[in-house]
Nanobody, 118 residues
Framework: EVQLVESGGGLVQPGGSLRVSCAAS????????MSWVRQAPGKGPEWVSG????????YYTDSVKGRFTISRDTAKNTLNLQMSSLKPEDTALYYC???????????WGQGTQVTVSS
């Protein structure tokens, strides 16, 4: 059974850093494209970052480039998102999802809340 379980969310001040993680089971994270998608209150889902399964190439939406870093630990079968220089507009529920393109995610986690506020 495929499962994705996010962790690491919390409350952080503007300018701070936070790392969220996604523990995968039922498949090997190194053989699939993976993404982070967020949903802010009252808004639709927004793809944030992705990593290509075969080559490890990383992709980011413009608003997080230079501030967020996606990575994977194949030994732990975990996907990570290191976030720095956080802004209030980064506040959202962060989901990891298997896939790389909108409409092509076949599994989602339950999400972890990230709140950026002073």
């Amino acid at each position: 059974e495929v499962q994705l379980v996010e962790s690491g969310g919390g409350l952080v001040q503007p300018g701070g850093s936070l790392r969220v993680s996604c523990a995968a089971s039922g498949f090997s994270i190194g053989t699939y494209d993976m993404s982070w998608v967020r949903q802010a209150p009252g808004k639709g889902p927004e793809w944030v970052s992705g990593i290509n399964g075969a080559h490890g190439t990383q992709y980011y939406t413009d608003s997080v480039k230079g501030r967020f870093t996606i990575s994977r630990d194949t030994a732990k079968n975990t996907l990570n998102l290191q976030m720095s220089s956080l802004k209030p507009e980064d506040t959202a529920l962060y989901y990891c999802a298997r896939g790389l393109a909108a409409g092509k995610f076949d599994y989602w986690g339950q999400g972890t809340q990230v709140t950026v506020s002073s």
